[in-house]
């Protein structure tokens, strides 16, 4: 157990590495954003924050996120699941338990480069199926990086999260003994169909429910990826943040500010919202 | 004569060259215990596993009610299999839990309901029907698990060392509790315990596991007699106390 002098030596590294920081971040940005502070802010005004709110940049960009990171993570949960519950012995005691740590080495950058040279236009795949006589013209080929729906995005966001789901839920099945809960399913006569819905799925997805709205969190903040395979509209929130804050137009950094401070209350919020429906939610001991 | 609920008939079980279980036969009255006493890695868990389906013997056969279920699934063979950890669902509360075998028979909702309170009120729990798991204590998590088991009326249970990981009162008492049920429930069990005073107190009649073979006693006096029960020696080892 801590001592008292090493847990307020604790409290006061977390609040001056964590705490200021992101608090500071979030005082200039609000007084920013309000007129208060800024190269060409002359008077406090709510402008900036009444053109976000109403208006639909930034309300489409958070549609945008939200749809990008839960269709990447339900692709993700899915392929993870199907690969950690199937291919179980070969995780634990294959090759596949190493190899499948090699994907996390790479950065999102690099991923998002593989990205576009397998489904741009003139990449691997459009020019197989040329090859292969499956499309007339490289041209033909449809529209998987910089296009309205995300699928170059969605696919790299795949790459980048699934081999870490993966890892968490081949760890999972071990220390939750889900080998034993299968085995009384049984002898209760579940069928292999009801173990899978009824036993495994369940407290698989329980116990990784913190990680999974962590990550979706997660993916919906994500810049580079977005950045190098999204198109100009509709973005992805912190793509569409940056322009404000980093273009030409220095009048719309307030706008910038305002977006990146309701983002961040609306995720808050939701935080808030899981926290207080169950307190235990986000304690690593409770089931 | 009373019937044979279970029968088994020369047993065998190896892992690659090691022989687990060697020539095993069993024979189980309806609404009997039989305590299985033996030392850590003598076979015990292997047998049960074997007679539940989650294993396969080598050779022998396994009947249940005089029908050969050697090679029957697990799922169809009726026999609930219940381990030294209470395993509640950590997804289900109490009541659920209960209810789990009745959900996969597709029971009707309002019978799941009526017999998962009675068990529960039976269990002495119908105030903890909403917990979950880990809102539990060890025993009462052992007596969801029994009820979970009980009330889809199982031909055979099987219990590894289940009062294993509990302190002594509370296994005392889960001690008398199962005994109460088995009697009222009118129970068939196989007993694992490497405890032999448990083994007593459990089970109307002693089998023992000795590097993989089984020597099963008819009665407790039988048991007592037996040089190799250990018995004898607990007896004796109490007794310079006494004189």
């Known amino acids: 157990m801590p001592t008292p002098k090493l847990k307020n030596v604790s409290r006061f590294l977390f609040v001056a590495i964590v705490t200021v920081p992101v608090v500071s971040g979030m005082v200039y940005a609000a007084l920013y954003s309000l007129g208060i502070i800024g190269i060409l802010n002359t008077e406090i005004s709510s402008k900036a924050w009444q053109t976000v709110f109403f208006g639909k940049p930034f309300w489409s960009a958070i549609g945008f996120s939200l749809y990008i990171s839960v269709v990447s993570m339900a692709i993700s949960l899915a ?60 041209r033909v080929f449809p529209s998987w990086i910089h296009d309205a729906y995300g699928i170059g995005i969605i696919f790299t966001s795949v790459l980048l999260i699934t081999p870490f789901f993966i890892i968490l839920f081949s760890n999972l099945f071990k220390t939750e003994n889900i080998a034993s809960f299968q085995h009384l399913a049984k002898t209760f006569g579940a069928s292999n169909r009801q173990i899978l819905w009824k036993v495994t799925l369940p407290i698989l997805l329980k116990r990784a429910s913190v990680t999974i709205y962590l990550f979706t969190i997660f993916i919906m903040g994500s810049y580079e990826v977005p950045l190098l395979l999204g198109r100009q509209d509709p973005q992805m929130i912190s793509v569409a943040i940056i322009q404000k804050i980093q273009r030409f137009n220095l009048n719309d950094i307030p706008q910038g500010y305002a977006m990146s401070i309701l983002y961040v209350l609306l995720i808050l919020s939701v935080v808030i919202l899981l926290f207080f429906r169950n307190k235990n939610f986000f304690k690593t001991s409770a089931v | 004569m009373m019937e044979n609920i279970l029968e088994i008939k020369n047993l065998d079980k190896t892992f690659g060259k090691e022989t687990v279980l060697k020539n095993i036969n069993l024979s189980l009255k309806k609404n009997a215990v039989v305590s299985l006493l033996g030392a850590s890695g003598s076979g015990k868990t292997t047998l049960l596993k074997i007679i539940a389906g989650l294993e396969h013997q080598n050779n022998g056969e396994i009947f249940l009610n005089g029908k050969e279920i050697s090679n029957i699934k697990p799922q169809r063979r009726n026999i609930v299999y219940l381990y030294q950890e209470a395993l509640l669902f950590p997804h289900l509360n109490a009541f659920e839990n209960v209810a789990f075998g009745l959900r996969l028979r597709k029971t009707p909702e309002k019978d799941v309901k009526q017999k998962v309170m009675q068990m529960l009120e039976y269990l002495g729990m119908p105030n903890h029907a909403t917990k979950m798991a880990n809102q539990l204590s060890g025993g009462q998590r052992q007596r969801i698990s029994f009820g979970r088991a009980m009330i889809i009326e199982p031909s055979l249970l099987l219990l590894d060392e289940p009062f294993g990981a509990l302190d002594s009162t509370t296994r005392q008492k889960m001690q008398e509790l199962f005994k109460e049920l088995a009697k009222t429930m009118q129970l068939s069990a196989l007993f694992v315990t490497h405890d032999l005073k448990e083994a007593i107190v459990m089970g109307d009649s002693i089998g023992k596991i000795m590097k993989g073979h089984l020597k099963q006693h008819s009665d407790l006096r039988e048991f007592y007699e037996d040089e190799e029960s250990g018995v004898k020696k607990e007896v004796e080892f109490w007794k310079q106390f006494i004189n």
Do not use: H
């Open chain 1, 79 to 138: 392929v993870a699941l199907l690969i950690s519950i199937k291919w179980q012995k070969n995780l634990r005691d294959g090759l596949l338990g190493t190899a499948i740590y090699f994907p996390l080495c790479f950065p999102g950058t690099v991923m998002a480069f593989f990205s576009f040279q397998m489904l741009s236009k003139s990449g691997f795949v459009s020019r197989l199926g040329f090859n292969m006589g499956w499309i007339e013209d490289l």
